[in-house]
């Protein structure tokens, strides 16, 4: 990623509030990963599985905790930083070549009735109905579409072609990425004579600080009481979030992953890739569904699950080994048990 | 939800042609569920399992059948019709704040040849192709893709952000969610010299009357024969339809299903959740297939199959029973079956 | 499909070399499959599976290869060629319908440092940032967004409501379909104090030439390393791609696979619909994983492999049967293990 401008190492150190070890006055024009990072680059290393790329990397000026610092190569200027996670980020906010045009495009439509706080982006053929409220900093992407009513709290960050259904509510630095629709009506409907009825999708949909949701993502609204996803919590691509669902604070949804509808997942789980809860359940406080799992009942708090239907993940692992070791037997267990018979 | 002006519960017992149990003069100001809503709203209770919620519930007002009218709070006003979820939907067309307004935005484009009747709503940055027919009453959303040569029928609702492929055929009263793409080329490809070369897709796609297709969701078109997708079958969010495929007339079709080439679902059948598939099957009428499932053959009529592979639901639990019962005796069964050899 | 105009069985045999059997002045005024084709449209039939749909076709010409000549019906006029797909391909892009009109539509807008070579289209409310390079030949479709910096290589085809992130590299005659999100920034956090951080994804993502992405599949960009996707593969809708995977040349990723970060999946490589790969493992050349498998190891070049977790086809079969025919001796069995106790 190429800078806006060039910068030093000094510089860089000094927004960061880092320590210098090594040229300060070498020049930066980008920032890259390790790997890639050339002379005229920064990079990072965050802990102990960078040391073998930091012995192999090229760049100019890597972002280090103390505990790395004496990996970098002597050809490289080191600064010294608690969180260099948290540094790179600074930089790139700070001096990163697609910082946001600030204002409105001409070719976006705005509806009446609709305010917002401070500066603001709205993108190309962006399409923000009535009555809306955006947060100082709001970025609202090229093609974005915010339906009438919704309220995005402040620093939201929605990319490009992004559904906000109507009156949905974001908190504050709500980041939603390319394609996510957020709050459509759920799937709900009642059978009458033979065809199948839809349910009115009444209740709301509430985005609290700090979450992120990836590409192409779903989360429907609530039809008897609001979906919603609980501060901090992370959720990835192609992920689909039923009706009614609550999910926690500092939750982690992988990609693909499937919610039915009313489910609740408390606090601090993780759902890896492809795992699916059915509805009306509770995945417990801290526990873990692992990838492609299918979770049909309660899961306890802190719990690890895997299998299907999804079960503590160490009977799981002892129920494979027994099987594996039955399956050779078969010729022989067969006869055993047609003579005792 | 909002209504766009405050109605009396007798004015809607008159819409929707109910009677009054309690004060007809309520003033209601919006529609919320039984659990939400407050003095000012409107809720509905549709089946026993709403016994509960009522008696808990603010509302003031409550469509409800004859069956439940003596579990409304003597604090609301009853209104009893035979089909709440009806009603209330009726409601909402009437008096909800969201009534579109018809018309052309002046930023969509229209091609030439494409002809509408009676009054249509096209949002902005919507895109209509040439020699497109759009039925009266149709509303195409924010930014949506309708290509050269597409038919929609009447009342039929486009929200944002969709593609409708080419020449593809939508009934009446057809409802496709944010992102969906509908007709677009199918998955076909032949091996020519290591290189896979894509066999043109000839076929169509047709969606017939009263069918909902949810976001983000895509059917391919045909290769060989049309896609198709019955009347009044409900397709949930990110479902894959693939190209050839048949789902026949009131089918339900669950979130991140997919469905592979040419397979056939015959009427009335249910597909829950992330269900796959294979191609050139046939799943029965009325069947049903669990959660999950992966289906590699055909599925006979009214089937209930779970598993992997898909089979006969009662025989998956009775195997999972018997191998839960057999792994604790691997150690004996395994020294049995070497005494014995 | 229609033609945009008529032209008979001769024109197209000079158009791509074939030699005519039958009437070469047959008019020809649309292209369909087999099976649906009339008297006054030109078909194809390309391997042995359609000796049956040509005994029963009405197709007033069809393209085979000289091996079908015999089976073409006497009132048909046959267009013997090698290569009957790649033929019919050739027809449709001179002869379609839908030939794109080339140009700019006043709607798009076009970010500063923008350049281009040759003809190209940008459909109506698309979104090209700065600094984007585009191939001879491009088409971008109605409401796509191409960020800043992009590099698209010759005849690539993105169609309508794509996003095409910062940065990323496209090889010739790519093709994107309706929402697909390519390089967009990965799912990368660190946990710091119970918060999870997002990691800068630094690295970019490379499609090469030739290959062709479905419809609202999502392609995140790396990073520590590019995200490649080799050329001439192929991947279907609704798949996951995580930060720095590689795909090889050649492959078939079917519609719904997941695949998690820093995965390699070699060469020649078939994944079938909704498998799902766990990260930094290899998929090696040649091998076949089965719908909905779960991989969470290394996969043998060439190998078969089916089940969860995914192992060897064979082995899967064998273990299903040999648990099949255990289920029924549960009773028996265990009574004799509790004996020997």
């Keep these: 990623m190429r800078l806006s401008t060039a910068v030093t190492a000094g510089q860089v150190a000094a927004l960061v509030g880092g320590e210098v070890i090594g040229v300060p006055e070498r020049t930066l024009a980008g920032v890259a990963p390790l790997d890639a990072a050339g002379p005229g680059d920064l990079a990072f290393a965050a802990g102990p599985g960078s040391v073998a790329r930091l012995a192999e990397t090229r760049a100019g000026a890597i972002l280090v905790p103390s505990a790395l610092a004496t990996h970098v190569p002597p050809d490289a200027t080191a600064i010294v930083v608690p969180a260099p996670v948290d540094a790179v980020q600074r ?38 109905g009535r009555d809306v409220r955006l947060g100082a900093g709001c970025q609202i992407g090229a093609g974005s579409v915010i339906e009438d009513g919704a309220r995005l709290g402040a620093g939201c960050r929605v990319e490009a072609q992004v559904t906000i259904h109507r009156d949905v509510v974001l908190g504050d630095r709500v980041v939603v990425r390319t394609g996510a629709r957020i709050g459509g009506p759920g799937f709900g409907y009642v059978l009458q004579d033979g065809r199948h009825v839809r349910v009115p999708q ?37 992920v689909q979030v039923a009706h009614n669902v609550r999910i926690g604070s500092h939750c982690i949804v992988m990609a693909q992953v499937g919610i039915a509808g009313s489910s609740v997942v408390e606090d601090e789980v993780m759902l890896a890739g492809q795992a699916g809860l059915a509805d009306h359940l509770t995945v417990g406080k801290g526990s873990r569904v692992a990838a492609q799992v299918g979770v049909i009942g309660n899961v306890a708090p802190g719990a690890t699950v895997s299998g299907y239907p999804a079960r503590d993940h160490r009977s799981v692992l002892r129920q494979t080994a027994a099987l594996a070791r039955l399956t050779p037997l078969v010729d022989t267990l067969e006869r055993i048990a047609q003579h005792d018979e």
């Design 91 to 128: 930089v790139i906010a700070e001096f990163g070549a697609d910082r946001a045009e600030w204002g409105i495009h001409p070719s976006a439509t705005i509806g009446s009735g609709t305010r917002w706080t401070g500066r603001i982006r709205v993108g190309p053929a962006a399409t923000i």
């Design 202 to 238: 009444l209740a709301g949909c509430r985005i609290e600080d700090d979450v992120e949701i990836g590409a192409n993502t779903a989360v429907d609204r609530g039809a008897t009481r609001d979906t919603v996803v609980g501060a901090g919590s992370k959720i990835d691509n192609l």
